[in-house]
């Protein structure tokens, strides 16, 4: 696994956007380059710069397919908290070369949940797999809506939200927990991990023990992130603030990792 470190957020975001505008320049076989997204604060940074990016003409999506993570069950696409609406409003509508046609998101509003998750995975299959999964991480670890105790090999499905996702959750609500949806149709744990790479994002002091839990724990269920440590291509791109809860030779490991990877 490696850790890339950053002072600040906006750092961090900025060395994720270049990651990914880097493997979509370098993508030169005759298929498109598959690209997993999240939702969720921690990548807007990223979305920004590679707006900006794909604006001034230094970075083409004409030739990226997307799948998103995640969806609530039971909210429209026009809800301003589906992430249908999340993913259009931060990130698509200002793409000036994304094809819509290329664009996945799991139908919330489905009246055929687990038909609607065969899918997807079949439609991801059929690309020839995710090339690069970006993820974000909630507090108790969960990657994409694999709370704690979902299966590490787990493929797209309906996730029960826990209560404390709900209350986490429940600012972009109105602050109401009870609006939060109690379900979600969600790419599994084996889903992301069966991707070629995968880059997650954690910032912020609230992401610490996940951090710890990813990075220093075991490999274990009820911290879902830690699946990431069977990975061959994980990547962590982090802030300082998250990293509070690491041990100080953990830190300094990775820091002068990628300090000689500069030389
Ligand atoms: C939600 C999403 C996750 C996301 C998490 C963290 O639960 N389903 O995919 O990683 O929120 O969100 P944030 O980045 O806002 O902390």
């Known amino acids: 696994m490696r850790v890339v470190i950053q002072d600040t957020y906006e750092k961090m975001s900025k060395w994720a956007a270049d990651y990914i505008a ?3 320049r370098a993508h030169k076989e005759d298929r498109p380059f598959v690209l997993g997204l999240p939702t969720g604060s921690s990548p807007i940074g990223v979305y920004k710069e590679l707006v900006r990016q794909n604006q001034a ?3 083409s999506f004409a030739n990226v397919v997307t799948f998103n993570m995640d969806e609530y069950l039971g909210l ?6 589906s992430y249908w609406y999340f993913m259009h409003d931060n990130f698509f509508d200002h793409l000036v070369d994304m094809k819509p046609e290329n664009i996945n998101i799991l139908n919330g509003m489905t009246d055929d949940p687990e038909g609607e998750c065969a899918r997807y995975e079949a439609k991801i299959a059929s690309y020839g797999g995710i090339d690069l999964f970006m993820g974000g991480i909630g507090v108790d670890g969960h990657i994409a809506f694999n709370e704690p105790y979902t299966s590490l090999s787990s493929r797209t499905g309906v996730r029960d939200l826990t209560t404390d996702t709900r209350i986490v959750n429940s600012r972009f609500f109105g602050g109401d927990p009870e ?6 149709l969600s790419v599994g744990v084996g889903t992301v991990t ?17 951090l710890a839990a990813t990075v220093e724990g075991g490999v ?3 911290w879902t992130c830690s699946a990431l440590q069977l990975h061959k291509n994980a990547i962590i791109a982090c802030d300082e603030a998250a990293c509070g809860e690491l041990t100080v030779d953990t830190y300094k490991y990775f820091l002068d990792i990628e300090r000689k990877e500069r030389l």
Do not use: C, F, T, Y
């Open 22 to 24: 880097g493997k979509i």
């Open 57 to 59: 003409g230094e970075l």
């Open 194 to 210: 069966d991707s070629r790479e995968v880059l997650i994002l954690i910032n912020g002091h609230n992401k610490a023990r996940a």
């Open 220 to 222: 274990s269920q009820k």
């Open 76 to 81: 429209p696409r026009e809800h301003d908290q």
């Open 179 to 184: 609006k939060v949806p109690v379900q979600a």
